[in-house]
Every structure is written in C-alpha cells, then in structure tokens.
C-alpha cells in the first residue's frame, strides 16, 4: 500500500512534509456572536505565495465556562480536530465572505469544541485569493486563480490545498496541549474532499469524518480546474484512494447528492482494505448536500468517541458503538458499518 500511496502523492503533487513558518498570533476570547466557552488563536502559514491565516480554538478553562468535557476535566493534552473548508468565518458561525453560503449553516467549530477538542479551522486557498467582488458562481469565482496555479505550479490545485492541510497536521503535533497521537479531520463538501484525500496519504491522522465528498470522480466535480482538471487518473478510482486509509476509522456521510446509493460499489470496493474487523462506517441522511444538525451532531460523536482514547471518560457523548445504535435503519455492510439518521 506504500506504493499505492506515493502513486497519488505524485499524482497530485503533494508535498507532504513542507518545512513553512507558522506565525502564531495572540489568543483571545471569542467574542459575539459567539459565546466565551472557548479561545481563538490565529496562526498564518507563511510560505511565499501561499500564505493563509488559520485559527486554532480551544475550550475554555475559564471559570464558569459552559463547554462540556467530553473527553475528561482539562486533560494537558487534548484530541485535536482540522477542519478544511472555504472560509474560517463560516466555521465559526459568522457571516461568510462567500456570498451564497450563510455561515451558520458550517459553524462546525461549537459542537468540536462542545466535545472538549482543540479545532484548527484551515481555509480554502482560492477562495482566500477570489476577492470580496468575484462572482458567486464557482467558475467566475475560483477558474481565474486556477489558471494562475496551472501557470505557474507543477502540483495539481487538489493537492495545493492537500498540502496544506497537512502542514496543519504538522502544527499541530508541535502544540503542547495537542495529543499528537490524536489529531482527526472533519470535512464537507470541499473540506470533504481535504479529509479524504488527507486521511489517504498522511498516516498520522488517527480518524476522519468526511460530509458528501463524492467517492467517484463520476460523482463530483473532481475534474474542475480547480481541483484536479486534466489530472484526474484514466484507471483509477477514489475507492484505491480511500482504502489508504485503513486500517484506521473513517465515517462517510452521504445526503443522497455526491454521497449515496449510487456509489455504494465503490464503498464496497474500498471497504475490503479494512477486513473483518471494519473500520469503514458509513451514515446516510435524506438531506441532499446540505449539513443538518442532527448528522452534524453523530459525526461529533463519533469523531470525540474515536479520538477519546481507550477507557476515556466520555462525559455522556456517545461512543460509536451506542451512536449505531441509537439511529434509525442501523445495518451492517461489507467492511464496517452503515446506518442512517
């Protein structure tokens, strides 16, 4: 499988072990519309040409602070949790710069933090670059700085952003309240795509939950310029590359758009790397692309269940064993798991 994975990191063009200055900024409160159950902490990555300012938040250990400790009282080193999307705004529950996305519909950070885990929020380069005035649609938006990048980059603009999120892992572990044994990824849509592809060829990640990434370059946009355009592999499929993740524990979420019956093949395919004992749980919801809360809330669960560690105190959040069990429709398949909310 070691084979199989430098295949793909050279076929995206990943980079992954960049030595990029990270530049920590101070921590502070969270302030409205936030309540003060956590801390933020901006960190910029400062490659030439590709910095991105990214925030780290942290529960609180305030007096009075409301944030659950799922995961134990104030642990010296916590699981830690990155999440890859367009903007760090919309994570955080606060007006995105994007002007179709309202940004409490991804404010992913509160349930993380809620369940006693370090988050670190990493936006999306292109849209970093697009501009307050770039259309809303996706070729107005990012089709200019993806012909920027094809110009002057050998990598592909998916594994850019890969590259990224793994120089993200790497903060991380350098943290001294981070369990860098600990670290997972929770992604949806585009950030969907980053945990997948991050979790396939960066070992360290201990777990990650994936919303409607599309496994199937058939079943998504993976051939926009913006992601993988003339790249994308003639012999190929995302089953090879998501049965790199085994042995360790993946949940794919699928609404039933990029995600569901339709590629469920694949997920067969793919889930044979795991072998009998499973590993490859899959949840399916009938709410199309779009995160609901409840489904937000089991990928939570089940990411905290899977970083808390063996014999940890869960403070209530459900392991993922009692989360199966919990949902209606629950079943078993090839490989791992599946049930739906």
Request: charged share 20%; hydrophobic share 40%; aromatic share 6%.
């Amino acid at each position: 499988m070691d084979e199989v994975r430098e295949w793909w990191v050279d076929r995206l063009g990943v980079d992954g072990r960049r030595d990029v200055p990270w530049r920590p900024g101070p921590e502070r409160a969270a302030g409205k519309p936030l309540d003060p159950r956590w801390t933020e902490q901006e960190v910029t990555l400062g490659a030439p040409g590709d910095e991105l300012t990214c925030v780290i938040v942290r529960p609180s250990e305030a007096d009075g602070a409301v944030a659950r400790p799922a995961l134990g009282p104030a642990p010296a080193r916590r699981p830690a949790v990155v999440v890859p999307f367009y903007d760090v705004e919309s994570v955080l529950g606060r007006p995105s710069p994007r002007p179709t996305t309202p940004g409490a519909l991804h404010a992913f950070a509160a349930p993380l933090v809620e369940a006693g885990l370090v988050v670190m929020v990493v936006p999306w380069w292109f849209e970093t670059v697009a501009g307050t005035d770039a259309p809303a649609d996706l070729d107005g938006r990012y089709g200019p700085a993806a012909a920027r990048h094809a110009a002057t980059r050998a990598d592909t603009p998916l594994g850019r952003s890969v590259s990224d999120v793994i120089a993200a892992v790497d903060h991380l572990r350098t943290l001294d309240d981070v369990d860098p044994g600990r670290i997972g990824l929770l992604g949806h849509s585009l950030g969907g795509k980053l945990t997948l592809v991050t979790a396939a060829l960066d070992p360290r990640v201990a777990a990650a939950a994936a919303h409607e990434p599309g496994v199937g370059f058939a079943h998504s946009n993976w051939a926009a310029p913006w992601y993988l355009g003339e790249h994308v592999p003639k012999d190929r499929d995302l089953d090879e590359l998501l049965g790199l993740v085994a042995p360790r524990p993946f949940l794919l979420v699928g609404g039933g758009s990029s995600d569901g019956a339709h590629n469920r093949d694949l997920l067969a395919q793919a889930a044979a790397r795991w072998g009998e004992g499973g590993g490859l749980d899959v949840l399916t919801h009938d709410g199309g692309h779009p995160v609901p809360p409840h489904v937000l809330a089991a990928c939570v669960a089940w990411l905290a269940g899977h970083l808390a560690g063996p014999g940890a105190d869960t403070g209530g959040t459900p392991r993922p064993e009692q989360l199966v069990s919990t949902l209606p429709g629950a079943g078993t398949t090839a490989g791992g798991r599946a049930w739906h909310a």
